[in-house]
């Protein structure tokens, strides 16, 4: 599957942190390290590919632990409607 920002988010970095906001639920969120660097690449982006940028990024954490922390908080994102299936 690839994953996509639902056009209904707005965000912003702020100091090096993530901050979205839902326009249809005015609903805030302010995402960590690892989670901004998962929003940012996930623009049309497979989870293979998402868990490869993370271990670069993150070297110091464990790739399995980055793959089952990644699948978590996409999960949690399209809970949330603010990541979508993309097309590809």
Same mark, same amino acid.
């Given at each position: 599957?690839?994953?996509?920002?639902?056009?209904?988010?707005?965000?912003?970095?702020?100091? !090096?942190?993530?901050?979205?906001?839902?326009?249809?639920?005015?609903?805030?969120? =302010?995402?960590? +390290?690892? !989670?901004?660097?998962?929003?940012?690449?996930? =623009?049309?982006? !497979?989870?293979?590919?998402?868990?490869?940028?993370?271990?670069?990024?993150?070297?110091?954490?464990d790739r399995a632990?980055?793959?089952?922390?990644?699948?978590?908080?996409? +999960?949690?994102?399209?809970?949330?409607?603010?990541?979508?299936?993309? =097309? !590809?």
């Amino acid at each position: 599957m690839i994953y996509v920002r639902h056009p209904q988010v707005l965000w912003d970095d702020v100091d !090096g942190r993530v901050v979205l906001c839902h326009t249809e639920t005015v609903r805030y969120y =302010e995402l960590n +390290a690892v !989670g901004a660097t998962i929003w940012r690449a996930c =623009e049309g982006i !497979g989870m293979e590919r998402l868990v490869g940028l993370l271990a670069a990024a993150h070297s110091e954490v464990d790739r399995a632990r980055l793959a089952d922390d990644a699948h978590s908080f996409v +999960a949690a994102l399209m809970s949330e409607n603010l990541l979508c299936p993309g =097309e !590809g």
